[in-house]
């Protein structure tokens, strides 16, 4: 199964809007909520209230600081990762077991954790930290795209979108066919200049995050008359207001 | 090899049931997913009002706090010495026949020996009920040390506030002010708002010495230094009304602005508003002008003198040579247009002048000019007139018009609802300051002088707000014969004689609260309990009833002296806090120091009611409320734990102690628990906790019988209720005909009468006028000049006390704290999920600051108030003021507490503030709370840096609370369900 | 990288393994009749390899997280270096089981059918060793292990061990001599030390291949730097591709490095060429401990140094 599949025309994946995500972290626990008991159940947590605890995550939200350019002021950046379900990943055909494999129909990739035999070597291949090994579970764990929601005709169909998607409460976070240029997320792409990340090592990955807008800072005065350029040491500046009309 | 067959049709639970969610105060809807009993997944709720199906980390992470080892599993007594965490498990009859007991001693005693005060809950409907019929005054929840600045500074000046009283119109804004805002109560319908306004194009402007979270997605990033924002304010309101940038004819509509105010100085009368005979405020039209009939006659002299400027010198005429009458008429009249500049002499021959000429004077000074305030405010000045530029063009030259017909309270048509799109919203970096109300005030003047209350793109009210101007509810003072006070203990002060003093003046409450020293403390002052309680001041009490409030710890200033303070004895060897009793969910903190632990459910097993008489979860257009419910089967809830809602427990207390209202004649209890008082209980014929499905059929909304089967109606609209507001009633709505009556309809007010908004507050002006002498209630002495000074009528600012009272070459530093999106004061940390996400905070300084001290990232620093050090690790970086230092709040733990090993980072590396934050000033004359309201001056902080060796961990450190450490298992959540069908 | 002990423990002792056997089948031209009709002076040399090769194997079994699934991995050899590294490993194994029947039987290696077993292990051997190589060397993501002398280091490696261990345990005697070992010892030296040098000094200069921006998405003019982590603890991924070995630690390591794996297997070599030796064994295996130890090092360094794209998020 290592072998890609033939390039699926479907390619299902995030849209992460990087101007709109405020570092929440919701995203990120909604996901471990829902894969804890899903298909890629548990997310084992390690001393969790213990030490030095650690976790599975399939997602994780990261800060920056941008310093400024003339153009643009300092900047806080959130950029939450997680896997791009990319369409040539070498984590796919590292794996020696096909445990590891990306789905013909809709390009998901995903770990069949009863193959795994636990070697990292996914882990290694994929540049995005994607895959988070559990060494309780002796099995590699990563992002499934919520396959097990997508599709499943017992959640309404409005809810049928991953668990982060759904929880995002600035609604970062978008979610579609890729593949279909006419579909929401890839005009939004469009639109907005959407860019693949890391694209000069060849996965080529589906997820799009949508660079943060200009901000305005001081840019453009906006149009306003000119300030009446009051002499405010003298009170007669009261003045223009005596004989104001006005409507009660 | 084939792909793997996936089953992906697996229903994600077995049940699904619909509750409020209570990670924090937001109060969202949530769908709580079961599997074989357990929870299995919890998602928002689409259709709820609050969150509309998203959800946040900590609404995610409810699982682990559900089943957090720190829960409380039975009814504890203390064995060990007090704060030592040694208990015993009771049974719960023996726990609350001791509660019982000792509460009933003390109310045979004198009521007002119990302090009951609550924290984080929602319940001060109920609390504050029963407060009133066990007859004690010192009751209150935590909004003193929250935001209380916010709620007071707003009821006092729109009838309505920021905190979660109101909101921005997200649809309709074009220019969204955050000032001082890190998550705030609304947290996802905030964030939900500014996710839209980054598509709509708004400009978001961060007034914040940080840059993180929503600063990071600001279009602008003010980085003000802290406490100042009022200046900056004031600054703003000089540009707006030196380019003449003001909606006059929306202030004198729904303002004061033309109100004339008495100019008698040394009087009794001064400052106050010229009233004709029936009380109305007056104001000056021209004699000319046709003014509509007015309803009644004036009073004697009705024509007042020609309108005189102030230029000093005798009085010019102001409209030389052509002179014109001024007739004095009620200020309420419609179709008038009266003057809003001048002197005018009044009948009596009092000089007065309206409230804008006070309002015009006063900050077109030029110690307001943005060149002035520049320096202190840490803001270019070209930057505060620009932006002043930028906000005027938004209100004024934007097309925002709703093509909303809307009739207004004097029954004129309005063909559509002319909108102001520049909204405003304001926390706690405004309200924990001890210049807060004052510069929350002026956050409402700047709003009003752009006519953006309640337009259209503007800050909107939500139901119940607007109220009256202040709310009529004055707190209670005195006891009936049946023990019970004439009034609940918090309500609104409307002048000097509602204060709660003795004959000397000195205040009669614990809390200090409505005192000469905090008059408006409206919520009460819950970090001046522990250290009043223990000194005796005004006088001892007997049990301090805690609920809810990490009081040792996250929620107290001084902790050192509050944890000694707790465990204090006497010369005879006893507490001198003689009894402790708390109710906390989990082994937090301050359980260590109770008596008696009486232990809650989670959120998810017990039933609330989040009430429009409490803190309404309404949004701008439609009221709300809602319930929680216990989800989880009864044996499920019952395994290995014997807890109780705290609010049945209350009730049952009630009845043990045979008060009246929760008590039947033949002596047996009202009611049979929470559930069944949400539904029975009626404040005031017809109006009961929820406003839902009232009526005996369920039929009425707000008002109406109760109806015995509303928890079920509850229960199948998903755990709320919410009705619309009409179309035509969603703006203006504090004069707004339609609004009122809907309004006064659902039981939100009593009359549907407009809300005139407060530029100028007579209230403070009243106190003014005692400290000058006037008046039956006075102040002591030497509060007078305190009193005087911090009254004043109109927005004024005055340097933060910690930074008047220290110098900036001992703390050159401000320091302050944030919330984390993900954390929840205390409770986060527990949790599983949570806690990895932030297991210990660092101290982050500017690198220009950091390089002047020798500090390298990840160095340790030493950081020194006037009231002590900490010792912490410190980060570099640019994202904010240089001349603050932060870190997240309630991330640092005691070691031992809340089941986490005593090693944990939390505790070992991590820290609070609040180490260094006195409960005093630094002259000691007073609480470290802002002079009107009390709040608690958190960000007041003035601290000094300077580089440590490198440290094993944190300082100052405790003795751990005795405990075994958790066990280091894996935690393998969710592999049960992977496994079943 | 996190250099675990097991896959170091691995890829040196089953890298010497393979050179022992190359070695060994390189051998059987050069040996005398009476050897090469025996067998029997085979046998050591091959059960030497096969005790490496095994030790090696199962310690990387062992490190896996489902070992007892290891069998899994021989099935994606179409396009997995590791999978194909198992195939191959296997594959050997039929060479050296005929060699281990053929002697026992005494059956002379000199047949047409040895003359194939022993083509095969000999090739077998080296690719497997470059199939363990090519594991590392595939992976972009960690720069220094996709550098393009990684292949060569492991077969250098491979033979330079092997051949030491070959030496020491007597297979000089049918062939070469002192000369001959010391020169193939000088050779192997020198030649697993300048590859280090220039693998080093690479390595040294490169930069990640991407940038924070572009891990970012984010426009290269702008400076990025971290403000907060995802989680303050450490977690899988610090752990695994974050480890960071000090500069400091990393030159002096190398040093040892080559120390043991080249300067003293050469100096060992030098008196073996100069001075008539009846019993060279101890300083050859002086020689051959050292850089089994040296080679150790190597390795360890070889992850302890590598960096992983990943760590521009951190
Ligand atoms: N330095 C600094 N200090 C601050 C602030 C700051 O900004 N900076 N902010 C202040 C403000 S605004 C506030 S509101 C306070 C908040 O401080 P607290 O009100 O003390 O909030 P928590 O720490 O969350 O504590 C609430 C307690 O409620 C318990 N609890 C949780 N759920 C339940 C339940 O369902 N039932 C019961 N009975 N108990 C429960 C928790 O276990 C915890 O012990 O902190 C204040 N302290
Ligand atoms: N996730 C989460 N949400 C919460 C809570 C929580 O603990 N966690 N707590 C809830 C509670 S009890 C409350 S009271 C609210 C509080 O909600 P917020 O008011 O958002 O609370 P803080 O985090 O105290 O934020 C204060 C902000 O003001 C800034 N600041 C400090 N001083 C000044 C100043 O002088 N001027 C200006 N302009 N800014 C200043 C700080 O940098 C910070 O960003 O949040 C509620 N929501
Ligand atoms: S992001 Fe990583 S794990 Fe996901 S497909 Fe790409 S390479 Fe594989
Ligand atoms: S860890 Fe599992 S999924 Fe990853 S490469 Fe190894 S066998 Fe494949
Ligand atoms: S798509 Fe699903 S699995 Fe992937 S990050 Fe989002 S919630 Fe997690
Ligand atoms: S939930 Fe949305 S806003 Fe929050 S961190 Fe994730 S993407 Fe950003
Ligand atoms: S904001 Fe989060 S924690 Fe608070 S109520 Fe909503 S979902 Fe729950
Ligand atoms: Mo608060």
Redesign the pocket.
């Known amino acids: 199964m290592t072998a890609l599949p033939a390039v699926s025309k479907k390619k299902l994946g995030l849209v992460i809007d990087l101007d709109t995500c405020v570092g929440c972290h919701?995203c990120a626990v909604s996901c471990k909520e829902w894969n804890a008991g899903g298909i890629a159940g548990p997310l084992t947590d390690e001393k969790p209230y213990g030490d030095d605890p650690a976790g599975v995550w399939f997602n994780r939200v990261h800060s920056y600081e941008i310093e400024a350019l003339d153009a643009q002021p300092a900047m806080t950046l959130h950029f939450p990762r997680s896997c791009l379900h990319c369409e040539t990943p070498a984590c796919v055909t590292v794996c020696p077991t096909g445990a590891s494999y990306k789905r013909a129909e809709d390009g998901i990739v995903l770990v069949d954790e009863d193959k795994c035999i636990g070697c990292k070597l996914c882990s290694w291949a994929c540049p995005y930290g994607a895959r988070e090994y559990s060494p309780v579970e002796g099995v590699m764990k990563k992002c499934t795209l919520c396959v097990d929601r997508i599709y499943n005709e017992n959640i309404p169909e409005a809810s049928r979108q991953p668990a982060c998607v759904q929880a995002c409460?600035t609604r970062a976070r978008h979610f579609g066919d890729l593949g279909d240029e006419n579909s929401a997320v890839s005009k939004l792409v469009a639109e907005r200049g959407g860019v693949a990340l890391m694209p000069e090592l060849g996965y080529a990955p589906v997820n799009r995050y949508l660079p943060p807008r200009a901000r305005r800072a001081g840019a453009a005065t906006p149009a306003s008359p000119p300030a009446e350029n009051l002499e405010t040491k003298e009170l007669p500046s009261l003045l223009r207001w005596l004989d104001r009309a006005l409507s009660r | 090899m084939s792909e793997p067959s996936l089953d992906l049709q697996k229903p994600v639970g077995d049940e699904l049931k619909q509750t409020?969610?209570?990670?924090?105060?937001?109060?969202?809807g949530?769908n709580v997913h079961l599997r074989d009993g357990k929870i299995r997944y919890i998602e928002?709720n689409p259709a709820h009002p609050?969150?509309r199906g998203?959800?946040?980390?900590?609404?995610?992470a409810?699982i682990m706090q559900h089943y957090s080892p720190a829960r409380l599993r039975k009814p504890m007594l203390r064995t060990g010495e007090r704060g030592a965490n040694e208990f015993r498990e009771i049974e719960w009859d023996e726990a609350l026949t001791l509660a019982a007991t000792w509460l009933g001693e003390t109310r045979a005693r004198d009521p007002d020996r119990l302090a009951f005060f609550t924290g984080r809950d929602q319940s001060q409907a109920l609390t504050g009920w029963w407060a009133q019929q066990y007859g004690t005054i010192n009751y209150a929840a935590h909004g003193g040390f929250c935001s209380v600045n916010m709620a007071a500074g707003g009821l006092y000046t729109l009838g309505g506030s920021f905190w979660e009283f109101g909101e921005p119109d997200w649809e309709h804004t074009r220019y969204l002010m955050l000032w001082g805002v890190a998550e705030d109560?609304?947290?996802?319908p905030i964030k939900l708002g500014l996710g839209h306004l980054k598509g709509s194009g708004a400009k978001i402007v961060a007034v914040n010495p940080v840059r993180t979270g929503y600063g990071a997605i600001a279009d602008e990033w003010v980085g003000i230094r802290p406490g100042t924002d009022g200046l900056f304010a004031f600054a703003l309101i000089h540009e707006l009304l030196k380019a003449d940038r003001i909606d006059l004819d929306y202030l004198v509509r729904y303002t004061n602005a033309h109100w004339l105010v008495v100019q008698n100085p040394g009087g009794a009368d001064d400052g106050l508003f010229a009233r004709d005979a029936d009380g109305q405020a007056l104001c000056a039209v021209r004699g000319d002008a046709t003014a509509s009939p007015h309803p009644r006659p004036l009073s004697p002299g009705e024509r007042g003198d020609e309108i005189l400027l102030p230029l000093g010198e005798g009085a010019r005429r102001a409209d030389e040579g052509n002179a014109v009458a001024t007739n004095l008429i009620p200020a309420n009249t419609p179709d008038i247009s009266p003057r809003i500049v001048g002197d005018v002499t009044l009948p009596d021959g009092r000089r007065a002048v309206p409230v804008f000429h006070l309002v015009a004077e006063r900050y077109l000074d030029p110690q307001y000019a943005p060149d002035a305030v520049s320096d202190r405010c840490g803001i270019p000045a070209d930057t505060i007139r620009r932006i002043a530029r930028e906000i005027a063009a938004a209100a004024f030259d934007s097309d925002v018009n709703l093509p909303v017909a809307w009739t207004d309270t004097h029954g004129r048509r309005h063909a559509s609802m002319r909108g102001r799109p520049v909204a405003m919203h304001a926390m706690r970096g405004i309200s924990a300051h001890s210049n807060g109300f004052h510069t929350c005030r002026a956050l409402h003047l700047l709003q009003l002088l752009l006519g953006a209350v309640d337009a259209p793109g503007s800050f909107r009210y939500q139901p119940p707000f607007p109220r009256p101007i202040p709310p009529a509810n004055r707190p209670g003072k005195s006891r009936g014969a049946d023990g019970k006070l004439d009034a609940p203990p918090l309500g609104f002060i409307h002048g000097p004689e509602d204060l709660l003093v003795d004959a000397q003046g000195q205040p009669r409450r614990l809390d200090h609260a409505y005192s000469w020293s905090y008059p408006l403390a409206v919520h009460g002052m819950l970090h001046t309990v522990i250290r009043n309680a223990w000194a005796g001041d005004p006088n001892t009490i007997d049990v301090l009833f805690l609920f809810m409030a990490n009081m040792s710890w996250n929620s107290a200033m001084n902790t050192t002296e509050t944890m000694r303070w707790l465990t204090d004895k006497d010369e005879h060897g006893e507490y001198r806090i003689p009894k402790i009793i708390y109710s906390d969910a989990y082994a937090s903190e301050m359980t260590a120091y109770a008596d008696l632990v009486l232990p809650d459910t989670t959120y998810l097993e017990r039933f609330d009611a989040i009430s429009l008489l409490d803190r309404p979860i309404s949004d701008a257009d439609c009221a709300s409320d809602a319930i929680r419910h216990p989800v989880l089967s009864a044996p499920e809830q019952a395994a290995g734990r014997d807890v109780r809602g705290f609010q049945s427990v209350l009730l049952d207390l009630g009845a043990r102690l045979k008060l009246p209202a929760m008590t039947e004649a033949d002596g047996t209890p009202k009611y049979r628990d929470y559930a069944d008082y949400i539904v029975r209980h009626e404040r005031a014929p017809g109006v009961g906790l929820l406003a839902g499905w009232r009526g005996e059929d369920g039929s009425q909304s707000g008002k109406g019988a109760p109806n015995p089967a509303q928890l079920e109606k509850y229960i199948a609209n998903g755990g709320f209720w919410r009705e619309a507001i009409p179309a035509s009633a969603r703006y203006y709505k504090m004069a707004n005909r339609d609004y009122l009556e809907w309004s006064a309809k659902l039981g939100f007010i009593a009359k549907p009468e407009p809300v005139v908004l407060q530029l100028y507050s007579e209230t403070l002006q009243k106190f003014r006028l005692a400290a000058q002498g006037h008046g039956p209630v006075q102040p002591p002495a030497a509060q007078r000049e305190r009193v005087a000074t911090y009254f004043d009528p109109l927005p004024i600012w005055y340097e933060p006390f910690e930074g008047a009272q220290t110098t900036v070459a001992d703390f050159p530093l401000s320091a302050v704290t944030q919330r984390p999106p993900f954390m929840?004061h205390a409770w986060g940390s527990q949790n599983a999920w949570l806690r990895q996400i932030t297991a210990r905070n660092y101290l982050y300084l500017h690198p220009s600051l950091a390089e002047k001290q020798g500090v390298l990232d990840g160095d340790w620093v030493h950081v020194d108030s006037h009231h002590g050090r900490i010792t912490v690790q410190a980060k570099l970086v640019a994202n904010m003021q240089p001349d603050t230092v932060w870190t997240w709040n309630a991330i640092g733990k005691r070691r031992g507490a809340w089941k986490l090993s005593k090693n944990s980072p939390e505790s070992k590396q991590g820290f609070l503030l609040n180490h260094l934050i006195s409960d005093i000033t630094p002259r000691g004359d007073y609480a470290n709370a802002d002079p009107v309201t009390g709040q608690a001056a958190w960000f007041d902080l003035r601290v000094r840096l300077s580089k440590a060796e490198a440290q094993d961990g944190s300082s100052p450190q405790f003795a751990p609370l005795a405990g075994a450490d958790p066990s280091d298992a894996p935690l393998r959540y969710g592999a049960m369900f992977r496994k079943s069908k | 990288m996190h250099p675990a002990f097991s896959v170091i423990f691995f890829t040196t002792l089953s890298g010497a393994g393979y050179g022992l056997w190359f070695w060994t089948m390189v051998a059987i031209p050069l040996l005398d009749d009476q050897a090469r009709h025996s067998g029997l002076a085979l046998l050591v040399p091959l059960a030497l390899g096969f005790v490496l090769v095994a030790v090696g194997l199962s310690s990387s079994v062992l490190h896996l997280g489902k070992p007892l699934r290891a069998w899994r991995a021989f099935s994606q050899w179409r396009s997995s270096w590791l999978s194909r590294e198992g195939v191959l490993a296997m594959t050997t194994f039929v060479p050296l089981a005929y060699f281990a029947a053929a002697s026992f039987s005494r059956v002379p290696f000199s047949n047409g059918l040895g003359g194939v077993a022993a083509l095969w292990l000999a090739v077998g051997s080296i690719a497997t060793v470059l199939c363990t190589a090519m594991i590392y060397a595939s992976l972009r993501p960690i720069p220094a292990w996709s550098h393009r002398l990684v292949p060569a280091v492991y077969l250098v490696f491979a033979l330079h061990t092997g051949a030491l261990i070959a030496l020491t345990i007597g297979l000089r005697t049918f062939a070469i001599g002192n000369e001959g070992a010391a020169l193939l010892i000088l050779l192997t030296s020198m030649l697993a030390w300048r590859l280090k040098r220039r693998y080093w000094q690479d390595i040294d200069r490169g930069v990640l291949p991407v940038t924070r921006n572009s891990a970012l998405g984010l426009p290269a003019d702008r400076e990025i730097k971290q403000f907060e982590r995802p989680h303050t603890e450490a977690n899988y991924l610090t752990k695994e591709m974050g480890f960071v070995l000090a500069r400091k630690h990393s030159r002096r390591l190398r040093l040892i490095a080559v120390l043991l794996f080249a300067l003293v297997p050469a100096l060992c070599a030098l008196p073996l060429w100069f001075v008539p030796m009846a019993h060279p064994t101890p300083l050859l295996a002086l020689a051959c401990a050292s850089a089994l130890l040296g080679t150790f090092v190597e390795r360890w360094l070889f992850f302890a140094e590598a960096k992983h794209v990943v760590m521009t998020y951190y």
């Open positions: 919701a409460p | 409020t969610c209570y990670m924090c105060a937001c109060r969202c949530i928002g609050v969150n998203v959800l946040c980390a900590k609404g995610s409810g109560h609304d947290s996802n929840y």
